[in-house]
Every structure is written in structure tokens, then in C-alpha cells.
């Protein structure tokens, strides 16, 4: 009797040796990746040129047509890039009928510096890619705020026109938050989150490479925006309307590059999900897991539920821009009011989007170097996910003074206090953890670590502060909003930042840093960073208001010393 068996797969392709600028444009690699760009930015502009001239439209791009060719360019040149450095194939071979492998691991892993420069679906790769490119940026992005605070020094005009200003701090912000805070955490989540779940890889690696390769597009679209006609966005990273929907071009890059960032971050946040509830090691429970899991899965929530709305409100103002709709047009029925409702709707989550995995980080770096577990693990686990929640009741808060219903203002008043109540759970549970330890100073990770609990208590306070409504409208667009926000985010976000990278830097690289020259990062950020914000709590109490680019001659000595330790 014949026996019938089933066909055996074919063996995975073994791993295949890459280099950067060869294979030509039948492999996935930058040859490709420029000509896919190339090829991307014509296809749009053709597609505009076609339907333009069939609607008997003028054909070229003028100020007045909004630069329809530019605007979809600049959308299709990106996507070019993305199927071009090999982002696409395996969907595209599977959607064509051609043969795949689930299982291949021919993209995975790196033998030299050049594996890091291509796609590539290796989860620790994936984490080193974020890292380097997010600090390119941060870099570019404090180079950005020196220019600014170079400005403000003294009073008068020093280096730049107000125009120039105002492209200066709106794309300093746009690059601080959605190039550096948000996708660094996904970087250092990506490397050691699987590590630590017992885990081979994320869920999904090829989108988890996709989500990477997404976001040096929104980059290049902020950073491009100073090449437009008429100069950078400059409406700021809020874009409110109808400021961005009366902008020069450089407004239409912020808001594709606004879809970029929120593409990348919402495929990162549902591989995350997927990953920590999904692929945890036999006997991890979800009790069990570190709070570094924990944040990362609450953050992934935050990103997934808000993120749509920031994407949504800037893809209404380009549409505004580009087509002639009135989301935001008051003269023709449109409603500015509901731009900002929206637009908070996802940027006060987004607050908690830059905290909440720097909280998993300190939790696990003080634990360490305290030689304790954490004090209140299922209450700090359970707190993460009450801020979830909580976050999405006090988008409000930002808009007192915006002409909202006036009845709002007492219910996100009382929210916005009542957040406080899980924040400051953990400050208690990470002092908990330390009473009594055996506390090793020696490491900077513990420093940054430390110094975040002292700066962001500061942060804190003054938060509940802006909470409340009288004081609030005393302070709305003054330098104490930006001493707190950067307490919050700077001296918050960015030192659970460092805290993590020397927590694990020899994790990630094989080698040991100097401890010493670490010390001096240490306590050169902490003292730049209290010289520069601790003194605009108080010209912003005296009425010194943000996004200007001259002031009082009163608050002159006092703008010179916050530039001096800006530097620093």
C-alpha cells in the first residue's frame, strides 16, 4: 500500500552576507532605496500633474494651489525609500504568490557596523538602530535650542529674525518628542524587553524593522521644512489653528511628518502588546513580570488609543491646506475650539507616553543598585495602569484660557489633581525600595537614576500648580509652563534615558564604560539642567511670555544666566 505523506517546506535561505551599496536594484539595499525614493517622488508628483491637468486645473505649483506636488512628493518619496530598503519584499512576495518562509532569518542578526545600516529584523539590532538614530536627532534637536537660547540671551534681535525664531523652537520641539523621548524608549524596550520576557524576538520583527525605518522619514520631513518657500513650520509643535492652516509650506512637512512618527509609534506599540502578553516565558506570569514590562505595556496602550488623534487632527489641517476643506476655517463654519480638543486629546497621554517607560527604567535600575526588589510591586504596576486611564480625562487642563465651555473647567481640574495620586505612588515605592538598602553610588546609571526622583518631584509640584485653574490662567504661555514641561520631560524623561543606556551599556555593546568621565555627565547635565529651568518658574511667575523672540528689558540678567547653564 503506497503511503501518502505531506510535502516537507523548503529549507529557510541561510543568512546572506550584505553590503551597502551592492546587489544593485534587484536586492534590498540602498541602491535600491535611492532609486525607490527617486522613482516615489516622481510617481507623486506625475500622479498631481495628471489630475490636475485632466480636472483643467493649473498645472504647476503655485502658493495659492497650496504646492499639491511638493505635498504629495513628499509623501510618496518616503514610501519609495521604504520598499526600496527592503521594508515590503516579504508582504509583496506573499501578496504576489511567490514562495515565502515565515521563519526566515536570512535579514536577522549583524557580523559587522554595516548590518546596522540596513533592514534588518534582529530585535537587539532593531534597539541599537533607534537608539543612534533618536540621539542623531537629539543632538540636532539641542542644537536647535542653543540657537534658541543664544537668541534670548539679551534682549533685542541677536542672531535671528522672529520668523527664524519661531522655525527654531516649533522644530526643536517637534524633534524633542517625536524624534528623541518617544521612539529612544522603543529603542532600549526593543533591545532588552525580549531579554527580559524570555523571549526570542518581538512578535512581529519584520513590522517591528518597518516601525523603525519609519520614523528617519518624519526626520528628514521636520528638518526639511526650513528648505520650503517661506521657512520652517513655525506655528509650534501644537500647530494650532488657524495659525498652521494659514502657514507658508514648511507647516505641510510638520503635518506628513506628524504621520510618519505616529505610524512608526503605533506598529511599535502593537508589537509591544503583542509581545509581552503573548510571548512571555513558561511560568512568567503577568505578575511576575518586571515593571520594566509593565510600563512598556502601558505606554503601548497610551500610544495605541491616542496616537490616531494627532495623526487625524494634522491630516484635517493638511487637508485644509491642501484641498480647501473647513475643519478649522471659522469665516466658513469650521471650529478652531475643536482643533485643540483633539489635538490634547492625544498630547496631554503623550505626557505619560514620555514617562511611563522611564518609570519602568528608574524602577529597575534603583532595585538593582539598591539590592532590593521594588517596595509595592502590584501597587507600581497597578498605579501604571490608573494613569492610563486617568490621562485621557485631562486634556483640558491645557486650555482654560482657550474659550472651552466654562463648566469644563472644574472636572479637569479635579482630574488633573487626581493623577498626582499614582504618580506619586511610585515616588513613594522607589524611596520605599531605597530605605534601607545597600546603595551603590559608584554607578552613573544609579546617579541619573536618582537625580530623575529629585527633578521630577520638582516637576510634580509645580504640575499640581498649573492644575489649578486660577493659577493657571495667571501663568498660560509664560516661562513657567516651559520650566515645567522640560522638568517633566528634560530632566524627567531625559535622565531615566541615561539611566537606562549606562544601566545596560555593557549589555548592549560587550564593554564597560569609564565611571568617572560618566560622573562628570552626571553632574554637569544636573546642574545645567536646575541652572537653566529652576529660574524660569520665576520669570514666568513676573509674566515673561514663551515662543518670543524679544522680551522685557527687566528679565534680561536673568535670560543671560538660564542661556549660560543651557550651554553648560
Given at each position: 500500500?503506497?503511503?501518502?505523506?505531506?510535502?516537507?517546506?523548503?529549507?529557510?535561505?541561510?543568512?546572506?552576507?550584505?553590503?551597502?551599496?551592492?546587489?544593485?536594484?534587484?536586492?534590498?539595499?540602498?541602491?535600491?532605496?535611492?532609486?525607490?525614493?527617486?522613482?516615489?517622488?516622481?510617481?507623486?508628483?506625475?500622479?498631481?500633474?495628471?489630475?490636475?491637468?485632466?480636472?483643467?486645473?493649473?498645472?504647476?505649483?503655485?502658493?495659492?494651489?497650496?504646492?499639491?506636488?511638493?505635498?504629495?512628493?513628499?509623501?510618496?518619496?518616503?514610501?519609495?525609500?521604504?520598499?526600496?530598503?527592503?521594508?515590503?519584499?516579504?508582504?509583496?512576495?506573499?501578496?504576489?504568490?511567490?514562495?515565502?518562509?515565515?521563519?526566515?532569518?536570512?535579514?536577522?542578526?549583524?557580523?559587522?557596523?554595516?548590518?546596522?545600516?540596513?533592514?534588518?529584523?534582529?530585535?537587539?539590532?532593531?534597539?541599537?538602530?533607534?537608539?543612534?538614530?533618536?540621539?542623531?536627532?537629539?543632538?540636532?534637536?539641542?542644537?536647535?535650542?542653543?540657537?534658541?537660547?543664544?537668541?534670548?540671551?539679551?534682549?533685542?534681535?541677536q542672531i535671528v529674525d522672529a520668523g527664524m525664531f519661531?522655525?527654531?523652537?516649533?522644530?526643536?520641539?517637534?524633534?524633542?518628542?517625536?524624534?528623541?523621548?518617544?521612539?529612544?524608549?522603543?529603542?532600549?524596550?526593543?533591545?532588552?524587553?525580549?531579554?527580559?520576557?524570555?523571549?526570542?524576538?518581538?512578535?512581529?520583527?519584520?513590522?517591528?524593522?518597518?516601525?523603525?525605518?519609519?520614523?528617519?522619514?518624519?526626520?528628514?520631513?521636520?528638518?526639511?521644512?526650513?528648505?520650503?518657500?517661506?521657512?520652517?513650520?513655525?506655528?509650534?509643535?501644537?500647530?494650532?489653528?488657524?495659525?498652521?492652516?494659514?502657514?507658508?509650506?514648511?507647516?505641510?512637512?510638520?503635518?506628513?511628518?506628524?504621520?510618519?512618527?505616529?505610524?512608526?509609534?503605533?506598529?511599535?506599540?502593537?508589537?509591544?502588546?503583542?509581545?509581552?502578553?503573548?510571548?512571555?516565558?513558561?511560568?512568567?506570569?503577568?505578575?511576575?513580570?518586571?515593571?520594566?514590562?509593565?510600563?512598556?505595556?502601558?505606554?503601548?496602550?497610551?500610544?495605541?488609543?491616542?496616537?490616531?488623534?494627532?495623526?487625524?487632527?494634522?491630516?484635517?489641517?493638511?487637508?485644509?491646506?491642501?484641498?480647501?476643506?473647513?475643519?478649522?476655517?471659522?469665516?466658513?463654519?469650521?471650529?478652531?475650539?475643536?482643533?485643540?480638543?483633539?489635538f490634547w486629546f492625544y498630547s496631554h497621554p503623550a505626557?505619560?507616553?514620555?514617562?511611563?517607560?522611564?518609570?519602568?527604567?528608574?524602577?529597575?535600575?534603583?532595585?538593582?543598585?539598591?539590592?532590593?526588589?521594588?517596595?509595592?510591586?502590584?501597587?507600581?504596576?497597578?498605579?501604571?495602569?490608573?494613569?492610563?486611564?486617568?490621562?485621557?480625562?485631562?486634556?483640558?487642563?491645557?486650555?482654560?484660557?482657550?474659550?472651552?465651555?466654562?463648566?469644563?473647567?472644574?472636572?479637569?481640574?479635579?482630574?488633573?489633581?487626581?493623577?498626582?495620586?499614582?504618580?506619586?505612588?511610585?515616588?513613594?515605592?522607589?524611596?520605599?525600595?531605597?530605605?534601607?538598602?545597600?546603595?551603590?553610588?559608584?554607578?552613573?546609571?544609579?546617579?541619573?537614576?536618582?537625580?530623575?526622583?529629585?527633578?521630577?518631584?520638582?516637576?510634580?509640584?509645580?504640575?499640581?500648580?498649573?492644575?489649578?485653574?486660577?493659577?493657571?490662567?495667571?501663568?498660560?504661555?509664560?516661562?513657567?509652563?516651559?520650566?515645567?514641561?522640560?522638568?517633566?520631560?528634560?530632566?524627567?524623561?531625559?535622565?531615566?534615558?541615561?539611566?537606562?543606556?549606562?544601566?545596560?551599556?555593557?549589555?548592549?555593546?560587550?564593554?564597560?564604560?569609564?565611571?568617572?568621565?560618566?560622573?562628570?555627565?552626571?553632574?554637569?547635565?544636573?546642574?545645567?539642567?536646575?541652572?537653566?529651568?529652576?529660574?524660569?518658574?520665576?520669570?514666568?511667575?513676573?509674566?515673561?511670555?514663551?515662543?518670543?523672540?524679544?522680551?522685557?528689558?527687566?528679565?534680561?540678567?536673568?535670560?543671560?544666566?538660564?542661556?549660560?547653564?543651557?550651554?553648560?
Open positions: 500500500m503506497a503511503v501518502l505523506t505531506a510535502p516537507q517546506p523548503e529549507a529557510p535561505p541561510a543568512r546572506r552576507p550584505q553590503r551597502l551599496w551592492s546587489g544593485g536594484l534587484r536586492s534590498p539595499g540602498w541602491p535600491r532605496a535611492v532609486a525607490g525614493t527617486l522613482l516615489g517622488g516622481l510617481f507623486g508628483f506625475g500622479l498631481v500633474v495628471a489630475l490636475r491637468a485632466i480636472s483643467g486645473l493649473e498645472i504647476f505649483q503655485t502658493a495659492q494651489t497650496g504646492y499639491p506636488h511638493v505635498i504629495v512628493s513628499a509623501l510618496t518619496a518616503p514610501i519609495g525609500f521604504l520598499i526600496g530598503i527592503g521594508c515590503c519584499d516579504y508582504w509583496l512576495r506573499w501578496a504576489a504568490g511567490a514562495p515565502t518562509w515565515p521563519e526566515d532569518h536570512s535579514d536577522h542578526g549583524a557580523d559587522s557596523w554595516r548590518d546596522y545600516l540596513r533592514f534588518n529584523t534582529d530585535h537587539k539590532v532593531i534597539g541599537i538602530q533607534y537608539i543612534c538614530t533618536t540621539f542623531i536627532f537629539f543632538f540636532i534637536g539641542g542644537a536647535l535650542a542653543m540657537g534658541i537660547r543664544a537668541e534670548l540671551a539679551q534682549p533685542g534681535t519661531n522655525g527654531l523652537f516649533s522644530t526643536h520641539a517637534a524633534i524633542m518628542i517625536f524624534m528623541f523621548v518617544i521612539p529612544v524608549f522603543a529603542g532600549i524596550a526593543n533591545y532588552v524587553l525580549p531579554l527580559m520576557l524570555g523571549a526570542p524576538d518581538m512578535a512581529f520583527p519584520r513590522l517591528n524593522a518597518l516601525s523603525f525605518w519609519l520614523l528617519p522619514m518624519a526626520g528628514i520631513l521636520f528638518l526639511a521644512s526650513f528648505l520650503a518657500p517661506g521657512g520652517a513650520f513655525d506655528a509650534g509643535w501644537t500647530g494650532y489653528a488657524p495659525l498652521s492652516t494659514g502657514a507658508p509650506l514648511g507647516q505641510s512637512f510638520f503635518n506628513l511628518g506628524v504621520q510618519f512618527a505616529g505610524a512608526s509609534s503605533i506598529l511599535a506599540a502593537l508589537n509591544f502588546v503583542v509581545t509581552i502578553l503573548t510571548m512571555r516565558a513558561p511560568g512568567m506570569s503577568l505578575w511576575r513580570m518586571p515593571l520594566l514590562a509593565w510600563a512598556n505595556l502601558a505606554t503601548s496602550i497610551l500610544i495605541i488609543g491616542a496616537t490616531p488623534f494627532i495623526a487625524g487632527v494634522q491630516l484635517m489641517v493638511l487637508f485644509d491646506r491642501a484641498i480647501g476643506t473647513n475643519f478649522f476655517q471659522a469665516a466658513a463654519g469650521g471650529d478652531v475650539i475643536s482643533y485643540q480638543h483633539i505626557v505619560y507616553i514620555m514617562m511611563l517607560p522611564g518609570f519602568g527604567i528608574v524602577s529597575e535600575v534603583i532595585s538593582t543598585h539598591a539590592r532590593k526588589t521594588i517596595f509595592g510591586y502590584r501597587l507600581m504596576a497597578i498605579s501604571l495602569l490608573g494613569i492610563v486611564v486617568l490621562s485621557f480625562s485631562v486634556w483640558a487642563h491645557h486650555m482654560f484660557v482657550s474659550g472651552m465651555f466654562a463648566w469644563l473647567r472644574v472636572p479637569m481640574m479635579l482630574t488633573s489633581a487626581l493623577i498626582a495620586v499614582p504618580t506619586g505612588i511610585k515616588i513613594f515605592s522607589w524611596v520605599g525600595t531605597l530605605f534601607d538598602g545597600k546603595i551603590h553610588l559608584e554607578s552613573t546609571g544609579m546617579l541619573f537614576a536618582l537625580g530623575f526622583i529629585c527633578s521630577f518631584i520638582l516637576g510634580g509640584i509645580s504640575g499640581v500648580m498649573t492644575a489649578m485653574v486660577p493659577l493657571d490662567i495667571h501663568v498660560t504661555d509664560t516661562y513657567f509652563i516651559v520650566a515645567h514641561i522640560h522638568f517633566v520631560l528634560f530632566a524627567g524623561s531625559v535622565f531615566t534615558i541615561f539611566a537606562g543606556i549606562y544601566h545596560w551599556f555593557p549589555k548592549m555593546t560587550g564593554r564597560m564604560y569609564d565611571e568617572r568621565l560618566g560622573r562628570i555627565h552626571f553632574w554637569g547635565t544636573l546642574v545645567g539642567t536646575w541652572g537653566t529651568f529652576v529660574p524660569m518658574h520665576w520669570i514666568g511667575m513676573e509674566g515673561m511670555p514663551r515662543r518670543v523672540a524679544d522680551y522685557a528689558a527687566q528679565f534680561g540678567d536673568w535670560n543671560l544666566v538660564i542661556s549660560i547653564f543651557a550651554f553648560i
